[in-house]
């Protein structure tokens, strides 16, 4: 069975290459410094209106959308997740990746914000298909996240983006196009 390498984005300050065994890298205080970070308030985000401008632009990108400009302005941490091909199973040695996540989110600093998990796709694979994958990829980082690592759901919003928002536009089928990215969406309210 084929195995795809998937990176988490964690919206924050700090860039790490993939693939250098990163999750044992980054202490639980990082991550907390990191997704904490919030330059004064978070920006209104309104997670139905991105689901549907990401839906309607299948094909056609999401970076220029004001909606999704407004997420493209925050830093970024990249953490190594993987699924199995064209599947949304989270592949058994990402679990420490995302206990990791799970760790910071449950800080005592970070308890009172909610998170958006964006998933990515390459462009190989129809954009309709990939749209549905990236969302399922997403939404498997949350229920992960959720039920296994006790986060509130009501912190925690996904979405698919499929291949619309590539880190490498140059070359929309490179690996580091397929990933998840998690969003400080500011307080909960």
Request: aromatic content about 4%; glycine content about 6%.
């Amino acid at each position: 069975m084929k195995r795809i390498q998937f990176k988490a984005l964690l919206t924050i300050g700090l860039m790490l290459s993939a693939g250098e065994g990163v999750a044992q890298q980054i202490s639980d205080m990082q991550l907390v410094r990191t997704l904490g970070r919030v330059e004064n308030a978070a920006p209104a985000i309104d997670v139905a209106l991105l689901v549907e401008e990401a839906t309607a632009s299948a094909g056609k990108g999401v970076a220029n959308l004001p909606n999704w400009q407004k997420l493209s302005k925050l830093s970024q941490l990249i953490l190594d997740i993987e699924f199995e091909n064209d599947s949304v199973a989270i592949e058994p040695k990402s679990y420490r990746t995302v206990g990791l996540i799970a760790d910071a989110l449950h800080h005592p600093n970070l308890r009172r914000y909610k998170f958006l998990v964006v998933g990515h796709t390459s462009s190989t694979g129809d954009a309709q298909h990939n749209l549905k994958l990236s969302a399922q990829r997403a939404n498997a980082i949350t229920e992960a996240l959720s039920t296994t690592f006790a986060i509130a759901p009501d912190r925690l919003y996904s979405i698919g983006v499929g291949e619309e928002w590539p880190l490498d536009a140059a070359n929309l089928k490179a690996p580091e196009n397929r990933r998840v990215q998690l969003i400080n969406l500011g307080l909960v309210q």
